[in-house]
């Protein structure tokens, strides 16, 4: 079977409203994917950084799948979360990436988005926080459903990848 190894880290978020901000995080692939060894989601730390607006967080990722074909190919989704001083958490944004195609470095940089709520909901959004959610986060990577959300861009979450490809070639895949 073809394998990928994905290594890397959750660098940072920027661009959003407030920059005390941890992420929760997930990889999904198709069906004919295997996880090998890694973790498929996590949640980075809380930063709350002092100076600048870009929140740090370093998180590392270490996947690595087998896969029969490259349909289904894996990708990267966030949720970027904000904890305000009294440590209640609101959700910032939803985004996702596709894990890059060819072996290497890659410097990956994630754009996010919100869901827009009703008027009235975006007053209340306003005076007491909160906001619209989606009630099933396979919205995020599959786009079927999504044309039909209005959303507001968000900031950026920044992704550093290493790709590692192996036995592609004995299938006659070139990527």
């Not at 901000?21 to 060894?37: R, T, V």
């Not at 986060?137 to 490809?165: K, M």
Request: with cysteine.
């Amino acid at each position: 079977m073809a394998e990928v190894h994905v290594i890397g880290q959750l660098v940072g978020g920027s661009g959003f409203p407030d920059n005390t901000l941890f992420c929760k995080w997930g990889i999904h692939a198709g069906s004919a994917w295997k996880l090998l060894a890694g973790l498929s989601g996590g949640q980075t730390q809380v930063d709350s950084p002092v100076l600048g607006e870009t929140s740090y967080w370093c998180h590392p990722i270490d996947v690595h799948f087998a896969t029969k074909g490259i349909q289904g190919w894996p990708k990267i989704h966030v949720q970027v979360w904000h904890q305000d001083t009294f440590g209640r958490q609101e959700l910032y944004a939803y985004g996702f990436v596709h894990v890059p195609t060819s072996p290497g470095h890659h410097v990956v940089q994630c754009v996010t988005w919100q869901p827009v709520g009703s008027f009235r909901e975006q007053v209340l959004q306003q005076i007491i926080g909160g906001g619209p959610q989606l009630r099933n986060p396979n919205v995020i990577y599959n786009g079927s459903d999504r044309y039909r959300l209005q959303t507001v861009a968000r900031g950026t979450v920044h992704l550093e990848l290493n790709i590692i490809l192996r036995n592609f070639e004995k299938f006659g895949v070139v990527l």
